[in-house]
């Protein structure tokens, strides 16, 4: 596995690096002479102990003979590998999904893309594979595609920048698919989607997405994320300025009955560019 210059926060990789050191420490070694005890090189085990490298089965398998663990470090590191998906979320988001399950409305705003509960299979993909290591892509369209079961429960406002109609993902036809599949769930009556046409120019709010959440109990939640970074809010006075920066950027956006009219524009000038 390829070092990384960060440290990783995933809690399972963590987890093995702390019973690595707690292990180490009770057989009173220093990291090099467990190194050397292993056949291992002391930046090795230094960077599992860092966090800034994820230990191989042999590894796994080495620890948990030398210690006599009965497979505690085998186990740590399968671990690692089912909740590896989780490490290349967004910080924050994948706690925001918690509540996103159980939410009974969702204000979604994006300037860049279609969001993730809207998305097509085939855009999804196109989306992670960009981001991610294949073997990661499928296991993270699949619980993108499940999130979707929300909004069957949930009352949805999604608004999107005339921006994400026009950047063409993948190719034309998962692009004309992607918008048609819009233009499907704006005819359903617990979703409303609206669009703020490009003829606005600059406003507030196209620095990154927002997402408000209401639940069950009258709270409320707060998501934004920009540059790959994601911040879950919960503070009752920074939500309600969301709720408000929200409002501003909605308040830009074409009436819903409006807003298809674009969609249906984008969705022939990609089809003129099929034929």
């Known amino acids: 596995m390829p070092v990384q210059s960060e440290p990783s926060t995933a809690p399972a990789v963590i987890t093995f690096a702390r019973e690595l050191e707690a292990w180490r420490t009770q057989a009173g070694l220093n990291k090099r002479e467990l190194a050397k005890d292993l056949g291992y090189t002391d930046s090795y085990v230094g960077q599992i102990e860092l966090c800034k490298n994820t230990p191989s089965q042999e590894f796994a398998d080495d620890c948990d003979t030398f210690f006599k663990t009965n497979g505690l470090f085998r186990r740590l590191r399968e671990r690692i590998l089912d909740t590896r998906h989780l490490a290349a979320l967004p910080p924050g988001f994948a706690q925001y999904l918690g509540h996103e399950a159980t939410a009974v409305s969702i204000k979604n705003f994006s300037p860049i893309l279609v969001p993730g509960l809207l998305q097509t299979e085939d855009y999804g993909r196109a989306v992670l594979s960009a981001n991610q290591r294949p073997e990661l892509t499928e296991q993270l369209l699949e619980e993108r595609l499940n999130r979707r079961n929300i909004l069957a429960t949930a009352q949805a406002y999604f608004t999107v920048d005339e921006a994400v109609l026009h950047r063409v ?80 950027v909605r308040g830009h956006a074409l009436s819903v009955h409006e807003s298809p009219v674009l969609i249906k524009r984008a969705i022939e000038r990609l089809r003129g560019c099929q034929t």
């Open 169 to 248: 993902v993948g190719n034309p036809e998962i692009m004309c698919a992607q918008l048609e599949h819009i233009l499907e769930l704006a005819g359903r009556p617990t979703i409303s989607i609206d669009v703020v046409p490009s003829s606005v120019g600059f406003y507030r709010g196209l620095s990154g997405m927002l997402i408000l959440l209401g639940m069950e109990d009258g709270r409320s939640l707060a998501y934004t994320e920009a540059s790959e970074e994601g911040i879950l809010i919960v503070d009752p006075a920074r939500v309600a300025r969301h709720a408000l920066l929200y409002d501003s």
